[in-house]
Every structure is written in C-alpha cells, then in structure tokens.
Nanobody, 116 residues
Framework: QVQFVESGGGLVQPGGSLRLSCAASGFTFNIYFMSWYRQAPGKERELVATISSTGGSTNYKDSVKGRFTISRDNAKNTVYLQMNSLKPDDTAVYYC?????????WGQGTQVTVSS
C-alpha cells in the first residue's frame, strides 16, 4: 500500500523558514522522481519542486526558485523541502508524491501558513 506522510508545516511569519518532510512507503522509493505539490484555498494543486531518483537533478516552480530546496534520503525513503524567505503567497497545504502521481494516491498533506 503506497503511503505518503507529510510533516513539518506550521504558522510562520513572512521571511521565515520551514522544513517539510515526507516519509514514503509501499513502493521502491529510490527509482522514482519525487515532487512536492501545494494547494492553496480555492486553487488547483500545483507542482512546486521535483528531484530525480538519485537526487542529482532538481527543478522548481519559478516563484520558489532561490528560496526552496528539495532533497531526498533514499536510505530513509524520505523527501524534504527546505523553504526559506517565505511569503504569504506560499500559504497552502503541501503534499509530496511521485512525480506525476504515478500511483494515484495522496497523503494528508501538511498545512503551511505564512502570516504576520
């Protein structure tokens, strides 16, 4: 059974930082590209960042480039998202998944709220 368990969200002031974690299970983690997605209230879910299976290549949504860093630990089946210089527009529920939602399954996500 494929599972994604996201954690690390919270309330942070503009300019602050958070580190999200996602523990994945039920599939061969180290052969899949992994991504972070987010969904803000009233908006479609969007792709934020992607990392290759080995971690050697990353891609980011333009609005988070230079502020967010995606990484992974294949020994722990875990993917991370370091978020710095947070802005109110980053407020959303953040989800991790295989890139392209290969298995058609989502975790519960973790809420990130950026507000003063």
């Amino acid at each position: 059974q494929v599972q994604f368990v996201e954690s690390g969200g919270g309330l942070v002031q503009p300019g602050g930082s958070l580190r999200l974690s996602c523990a994945a299970s039920g599939f061969t983690f180290n052969i899949y590209f992994m991504s972070w997605y987010r969904q803000a209230p009233g908006k479609e879910r969007e792709l934020v960042a992607t990392i290759s299976s080995t971690g050697g290549s990353t891609n980011y949504k333009d609005s988070v480039k230079g502020r967010f860093t995606i990484s992974r630990d294949n020994a722990k089946n875990t993917v991370y998202l370091q978020m710095n210089s947070l802005k109110p527009d980053d407020t959303a529920v953040y989800y991790c998944n295989t890139h392209g939602n290969y298995f058609g399954s989502w975790g519960q996500g973790t809420q990130v709220t950026v507000s003063s």
